[in-house]
């Protein structure tokens, strides 16, 4: 019983061996070919552009103050009454050089210049007096009708006659110089500010009257990168445009030359100051008050014969040219980057088509569709 058994479960997986072994082999033989796909090439659009090689003379911005190199304050040589104003001292007056500007009472130092003169004077013919008694007692001396020291004491009171002679000739030279000092006079063609003066005030040698620049020396100063410092000699004698801005409204626009370059670097604006000198400063429709901040266009170099491109041709230190449809890289020499603008020189043609798109992956020997920029 048991071997019947046996039997017929041996029977059941040899027929399930064997079916398995049927269908398998069926699938095989019934499968169908596989067909390989063809790869699709794909489409790559760019824009390009030929260049001409020009002369470019590109500009940055910055920002300046309006200052004077020449500045000080107006003050009276010596104390007095002030007797004399004139209209033009005043706030933001433009006066002249030697301008007289006002004057104190001239009274006592007039007075004392007539005393002293008149003392000058006498001792002069004193000192002429007492030459001509001692040229006298010499001769005496010398025939031996005076003594040594008769001749001694004569020589002694000249010395002293010339010594007040001496010392009023200086107090008198002094009282006009006081005299001179009571007209208050400009020492150069300025603007005024901070008046504070009144006929009929009393006023003392130290006390300032007003503040004056020079508006013949009025100047621009403006920082830029220690980058723009390397080619600073280049700025010199150079053009500026300045721009006297109340929020985006343009007030007045006026030009200046770069004269002078500090030569110190300012750590806390991490760059160099530039001076640009302004002229036609008394010039009412061209003037800008000092100290005011303002817009500065300032060229940064002269580049001949190269080739102005967007900045998005550039890629890290090379370009793309197209010939034929396939994209080649080409090495440049950037030589400077603007806004939106690189300049740059480099072995291509200006028939050359070059690659204007910015797109983030290598092109080079890659079939490109140009798209004309």
Not at 18 to 28: K, Q
Not at 45 to 58: D, M, T
Not at 220 to 245: G, Q
Request: glycine share 4%; aromatic share 10%.
């Amino acid at each position: 019983m048991i071997s019947k058994i046996f039997n017929l479960k041996f029977t059941l997986f040899l027929i399930v061996l064997f079916s398995s072994l049927f269908i398998y082999n069926y699938l095989v033989v019934s499968k169908p070919e596989a067909i390989p796909n063809k790869g699709v090439e794909k489409n790559i659009y760019v824009k390009a552009k030929s260049f001409q090689r020009r002369n470019y003379y590109p500009t940055s911005e910055a920002y300046g103050k309006i200052v004077s190199s020449r500045k000080g304050d107006l003050r009276f040589g010596v104390s007095g009454k002030i007797e004399f104003v004139a209209a033009e001292l005043l706030n933001g007056s433009i006066v002249k050089n030697n301008q007289v500007l006002a004057k104190l009472n001239q009274k006592r130092y007039n007075l004392e210049i007539e005393k002293l003169s008149v003392e000058y004077e006498e001792l002069e013919k004193q000192l002429s007096i007492r030459q001509k008694q001692v040229n006298r007692y010499k001769s005496m001396l010398t025939k031996k009708v005076i003594s040594q020291s008769t001749y001694d004491n004569e020589l002694i009171l000249l010395s002293k006659n010339k010594a007040d002679f001496i010392k009023t000739k200086i107090f008198l030279e002094k009282a006009k110089e006081d005299l001179s000092d009571t007209v208050l006079k400009s020492k150069f063609n300025g603007r005024l500010s901070d008046v504070k003066i009144s006929k009929g005030q009393f006023i003392n040698n130290s006390e300032k009257i007003a503040d004056i620049f020079s508006t013949d020396n009025l100047e621009l100063e403006f920082i830029v990168s220690s980058e723009i410092y390397t080619h600073s000699k280049y700025l010199i004698d150079k053009k500026v445009k300045i721009i006297w801005k109340s929020g985006q409204r343009k007030l007045r626009e006026i030009t200046a030359v770069i004269d002078r370059v500090d030569g110190k670097i300012l750590e806390e604006e991490g760059g160099v100051r530039l001076y640009a000198k302004i002229f036609n400063s008394d010039n009412k429709n061209q003037f800008i008050p000092i100290g005011t901040f303002v817009s500065v266009i300032y060229p940064e170099g002269e580049f001949k014969n190269i080739f102005k491109l967007p900045e998005t041709s550039l890629y890290d230190d090379k370009i793309y040219v197209v010939k034929n449809n396939i994209a080649f890289q080409k090495n440049i020499k950037v030589l400077y980057k603007g806004q939106g603008f690189i300049l740059i020189d480099g072995d291509f043609l200006e028939s050359d088509m070059i690659i204007t798109s910015r797109l983030p992956f290598n092109l080079n020997n890659k079939k490109v569709n140009v798209l004309i920029n």
